[in-house]
T-cell receptor
Framework: EAEVAQSPRYKITEKSQAVAFWCDPI?????LYWYRQILGQGPELLVQFQDESVVDDSQLPKDRFSAERLKGVDSTLKIQPAELGDSAMYLCASSSTGGPDYGYTFGSGTRLTVV | AQRVTQPEKLLSVFKGAPVELKCNYS??????LFWYVQYSRQRLQLLLR??SRESIKGFTADLNKGETSFHLKKPFAQEEDSAMYYC??????????FGDGTTLTVKP
């Protein structure tokens, strides 16, 4: 069964350092999402891509977060500088359609701890 | 703006008992509703979607537009149903908003 790949699984970084996460969606899935999940809460959308274009980044803290999907396939989410409040699970998901009709397939996530 | 509310953080039932996980939503457009499940040490996965009107692992959910609800039900809970359940609201733009989840524990 096809999966969404994410790396690393865990990341510990010091405050003010840069950190990056990688996601490879299911082959052929045009829509890619980055979600952040703080402990005890549901996932919150950070950015949505349709192919290589950003569709929604209204909740992305653009002063420190950036995301790219240069060739419309895999994607990188970067935080610079990291802050203590960024500690969370970062989830990547993909969908074959631009709409939510079929739901998402999620990766296993990257657990970020900022110390 | 869309919003999803799951009023119960924790829900505990005995094996064989009926279970209902509540979900209420707020959205001015035509909603797409989903239930996702996360078993221990596994990734978040889609359980069912209202548009398919399907039953997965004995679970069903009916969209009630009048009450803006999408409660998840199962007549006889099993121990393997113990997991975290998230209700999600999708929009035409392909963006989903998630509730904060309900942890279901099925006791033997």
């Amino acid at each position: 069964e096809a999966e969404v790949a994410q790396s690393p699984r865990y990341k510990i970084t010091e405050k003010s350092q840069a950190v990056a996460f990688w996601c490879d969606p299911i082959s052929g899935h045009a829509t890619l999402y980055w979600y952040r999940q703080i402990l005890g809460q549901g996932p919150e959308l950070l950015v949505q891509f349709q192919d290589e274009s950003v569709v929604d980044d209204s909740q992305l803290p653009k002063d420190r977060f950036s995301a790219e999907r240069l060739k419309g396939v895999d994607s990188t989410l970067k935080i610079q500088p990291a802050e203590l409040g960024d500690s969370a699970m970062y989830l990547c998901a993909s969908s074959s359609t631009g709409g939510p009709d079929y739901g998402y397939t999620f990766g296993s996530g990257t657990r970020l701890t900022v110390v | 703006a869309q919003r999803v509310t799951q009023p119960e953080k924790l829900l505990s039932v005995f094996k064989g008992a009926p279970v209902e996980l509540k979900c209420n939503y707020s959205y001015s457009g035509s909603p797409e509703l989903f239930w996702y499940v996360q078993y221990s040490r596994q990734r978040l996965q889609l359980l069912l979607r209202h548009i398919s009107r399907e039953s997965i692992k004995g679970f069903t959910a009916d969209l009630n537009k009048g009450e803006t609800s999408f409660h998840l039900k199962k007549p006889f809970a099993q121990e393997e149903d113990s997991a975290m359940y998230y209700c999600a609201l999708g929009t035409n733009a392909g963006k989903s908003t998630f509730g904060d989840g309900t942890t279901l524990t099925v006791k033997p």
